[in-house]
């Protein structure tokens, strides 16, 4: 089946500095999702990309869907502790969800 | 806007039993999915119901889960019996339509604990 990626596996980071995290794939994707999940609660959606080379941002979040539609990228500015967490990539091809492992993030204040 | 509500939030069985997890979806969406995530892993979909006829079922362990959405809204998610590696946290999730990004929401999760 499709697999992904996600890299780093953990990140400690100090409060203020920016984040980049990424998803890679061997399969295409049609559509490309970032969530993030705190403990004990489900993934909750960041960002949703539906074409190659797309770039949205939600606030300090900008996330990046891949030319070759193979990969994506997320990265966070300017950290808050309230950006702990664990962020997903998941991608889409055919109706079929595949998620990556997630990016635990830590920041110190 | 309620959430997607889930219950029990935690369980925990020994192994060869049974165990049945509810899910109540947003009202008015019409697909629900059933994803298990294991620690340290991201979720894997189970079973992806479209009102309440199954879409995708390609990954459910049917010789021992199964899943129901009578009438189109609640689902049930059973696993029968029950085996140590069936230890995960089981989310319920929902959309307006098939694409899981138009509106989905997932729910807490249920915490299976298998002895």
């Known amino acids: 089946g499709q697999q992904l990626n996600q890299s780093p596996q953990s990140m400690f980071i100090q409060e203020g500095e920016d984040v980049s995290m990424n998803c890679t794939s061997s399969s295409i994707f049609n559509t490309w999702l970032w969530y993030k999940q705190d403990p004990g609660e489900g993934p909750v959606l960041l960002i949703a990309l539906y074409k190659a080379g797309e770039l949205t941002s939600n606030g300090r979040l900008t996330a990046q869907f891949g030319i070759t539609r193979k990969d994506s990228f997320l990265n966070i500015s300017a950290s808050i502790p309230s950006d702990v967490g664990i962020y997903f990539c998941a991608g889409f091809n055919a109706g079929k969800s595949t998620f990556g492992d997630g990016t635990t993030l830590t920041v110190k204040p | 806007e309620a959430g997607v509500a889930q219950s029990p939030r935690y369980k925990i069985i020994e192994k060869r039993q049974s165990v049945a997890f509810w899910c109540n979806p947003i009202?008015?969406?019409?697909?629900l999915y059933w994803y298990q995530q294991i620690l340290g892993q991201g979720p894997k979909l189970l079973i992806q119901f479209q009102n309440n006829g199954v879409v995708d079922d390609s990954q459910l362990p049917k010789d021992r889960f199964s899943a129901e959405r009578l009438k189109g809204v609640d689902s049930t998610l059973k696993i029968q019996p029950a085996k140590l590696e069936d230890s995960a946290v089981y989310l319920c999730a929902s959309s307006l339509d098939k694409n899981l990004d138009r509106g989905s929401n997932f729910g807490p999760g249920t915490r299976l604990t298998v002895t």
């Open positions: 009202s008015g969406h019409a697909t």
